[in-house]
């Protein structure tokens, strides 16, 4: 790259071993206040394409790649009020509004408070002087507060009896750290943030549908909930502000066009608590369609890779509610279709029924592929050892998985064993 004429990082290196790494890590972070641009790490990368396509990937991280954080920079401002945010599924959480101060190279403003309980464990007030750093160096977050610098007007913060958007009333269950509005229906923040989640790139992917254009449509009564985006016209969309025909008729082909989806998406498009992108995948392979997922009781979803007691019971609680079932067949009628899931050959799935755990490195193929090749054959893979393993496959500098596996008495495979199981060539 640098031959072709790219520009490279000086400071880039080749380091071997852990403790070359981190004098790496520490010798950068020597420099890094007299760099001229912001930094907030380093990475450590496998230098080579053959081991990388060993090691694969967990979900959307590479194994084969690390960012190594530098600590957080902290700076200190003054918390002048705390407002209270309704998000999609009603949670109320409380934003602290700060005396604007340069964090790491960003005007900070902003932080959120996360629940009653942080509050309470910061013992934190309105007006109080606050050290604050951007997790990650991204999300600004309030780490303490300076009490000696406590002015005596400082004010305690109270939590809202009201929903701050649409006045209902709030509760907070016994198991739960966060305030929820009791209006899911009717509450203007709900809606606003359901729809923009709705339309967001991995759900049903409504090109120009920002979050600004989502909140006016709500605000001059076009839109109230997600099937009312199938229904807006081009008079409508032009009346609006700063909205020019072009760019109305570009956004009434987007909605046309995310009539064609998959059933994953549109599961994870309708916004059930705690039901994200995987779990709704999970949920589309093991019911094929969505009649049958409406219809499955809290046991059935158990019995869905990853859908636990808890999500299995939001799961349930959102396709018992009647104006859920009313809001999903208006958009089907509104012409929502995905291409049908055909279900797996049985006849092929001679594994159909049992769970496995992969522990320890595998060398012949990486975990990932190990457990793509056992889910064709019908077996549920498992992060964890419990009484329902059918068995744990385990390579080199196998742990606590083995050891466990070995106490309840589950069989053992050593990776050799798994090959042929697969009726791949040792």
Known sequence: LSAWGFRINPLLSISQGVEECEGYYQDILKKRESLPYEID?????????????RLGFVSRAPRWAIAYKFPAQEEMTTLLSVDFQV????????????????????VVSNATLHNLDEIARLDIREKDTVIIYRAGDVIPKVVSVVKDRRPKDAKLIQA????????????????????????????GAQQK?????????????IDGLGDKLVEQLVDEGLLVNVADLYHLNL???????????????????????????????FIYALGIREVGEATALSLAKHFLTLDALMCADQESLEQVED??????????????????????????????????????????????????????????????????HLQKLGAKVAGSVSAKTSCVVA????GSKLTKAEELGIQVMTEDELMNLLGLAV
């Open 307 to 372: 859908v636990g007691p808890k999500v299995a019971t939001f799961i349930w609680d959102y396709f018992s509610n009647k104006q859920t079932k009313q809001l999903i067949q208006l958009l089907l009628d509104s012409g929502i279709t995905w291409p049908a899931i055909k279900a797996p050959d049985t006849s092929e799935q001679k594994l159909a029924g049992q769970t496995f755990v992969l522990t320890g490195t595998l060398s012949k193929m990486s975990r990932a592929e190990a457990k793509e």
């Open 87 to 106: 998000g999609r599924t009603g949670a109320i959480t409380p934003v602290a509004r700060l005396a604007p101060v340069n964090v790491g190279g960003v």
């Open 395 to 398: 390579g080199e500098a196998a």
């Open 160 to 187: 809202p009896t009201k929903c701050p958007a649409c006045g209902a009333k709030v509760e907070r269950l016994e198991s739960e750290a966060v305030l929820r509005c009791t209006a899911p229906t009717t509450c």
């Open 235 to 265: 008079q409508q969309l032009v009346e609006l502000e700063r909205m020019a025909e072009k760019s109305a008729q570009n956004l009434l082909d987007a909605i046309e066009k995310s009539k064609q989806t998959t059933l994953q998406r």
């Open 41 to 53: 790490g380093v990475v450590y990368k496998v230098d080579s394409y053959k081991l990388q396509n």
């Open 193 to 205: 943030e359901s729809i923009k989640h709705y339309a967001s790139r991995k759900a049903m992917d």
